[in-house]
């Protein structure tokens, strides 16, 4: 909540007529609310904080395999994932986000675009299928990935 609406609401609360209730008392309730709301933000900002130690790609594999261990990865999500033009919008790299593995060509073959490795060795099953997850990020996609996966989280 940013200040303009929490400032909103305080002038509204005071407003109210709640029949038992005094001034002081909504004050009181108000500024323990405050403390809660300050102590929650501190909360989400250590767990920001923990991300940012990470690296990207070390962020980024360990987050996959978690999602996938917590069946949260879909079929419409993967398919997502594999759409160039929606990886280059959600995340700004610049190859599909998952790559899937073909049975018939070796799996070093497949990991390179124009003769460089830009999937990672190990591949990754998601609904039975099995995938290459993309290996080129940098500090710059770490924001979208963690704004991409807080939307995974919380559906």
């Not at 909540?1 to 002081?24: C, H, P, W």
């Not at 073909?102 to 003769?115: A, M």
């Not at 995938?131 to 996609?141: G, M, Q, S, T, V």
């Amino acid at each position: 909540m940013d200040k303009r609406a929490f400032r909103a609401n305080v002038l509204y609360i005071l407003e109210q007529d709640v029949s038992g209730l005094s001034t002081e008392k909504k004050i009181k309730f108000m500024k323990k609310w405050i403390r809660d709301y300050e102590q929650e933000s501190q909360e989400a900002s250590k767990v920001e904080d923990t991300h940012d130690l990470i690296k990207v790609g070390i962020l980024v594999r360990t987050t996959m395999e978690k999602i996938v261990r917590e069946q949260l990865m879909t079929i419409d999500r993967t398919e997502l994932l594999l759409d160039v033009k929606y990886c280059k919008s959600t995340f700004d790299i610049n190859y599909p986000f998952l790559k899937k593995v073909v049975w018939d060509s070796p799996l070093s073959d497949q990991r390179k675009i124009n003769g460089y490795d830009r999937y990672w060795a190990k591949d990754i099953t998601i609904n039975q299928e099995r995938y290459l997850i993309c290996n080129d990020w940098y500090e710059r996609n770490k924001p979208k990935f963690l704004k991409w996966l807080k939307e995974i989280e919380n559906k």
